[in-house]
């Protein structure tokens, strides 16, 4: 069975930073592609972050960009997202998702709809 756990959010004032990380355990091929979602209360769940197995290619939404870093350690079986200059528009529960499929579409990342696997998620509120 493929299983996900997030950890790591927390609360933080505007402009500080935090670091989400997903633990993944099953099958190495239900996790080849890795991203996180987040949902705000009121609001539909929208993507975040994606990456790849080998890191060769990584996807972020126009709203994190330049501000955020997704990575993963096959090794340890972990994925990570790396948020810096934290804006209260940031605040939301981020869940970690994992899907074995491999898409050359980018529209395809940004679906939640794709992924067959999911974390608990974890609450990232920023105060102003």
């Known amino acids: 069975q493929v299983q996900l756990v997030g950890s790591g959010g927390g609360l933080v004032q505007a402009g500080g930073s935090l670091r989400l990380s997903c633990a993944a355990s099953?099958?190495?091929?239900?996790?080849?592609?890795m991203g996180w979602f987040r949902q705000a209360p009121g609001k539909e769940r929208e993507f975040a972050a994606a990456?790849?197995?080998?890191?060769?290619?990584?996807y972020y939404a126009e709203s994190v960009k330049g501000r955020f870093t997704i990575s993963r350690d096959n090794g340890k079986n972990t994925m990570y997202l790396e948020m810096n200059n934290l804006k209260p528009d940031d605040t939301a529960v981020y869940y970690c998702?994992?899907?074995?499929?491999?898409?050359?579409?980018?529209?395809?990342?940004?679906?939640?709809?794709?992924?067959?696997?999911w974390g608990q998620g974890t609450q990232v509120t920023v105060s102003s």
């Open positions: 990456i790849t197995w080998n890191a060769g290619r990584t």
């Open positions: 998702a994992a899907d074995p499929r491999e898409s050359y579409s980018v529209g395809y990342y940004y679906d939640s709809n794709n992924y067959d696997y």
């Open positions: 099953g099958r190495a091929l239900s996790w080849y592609t």
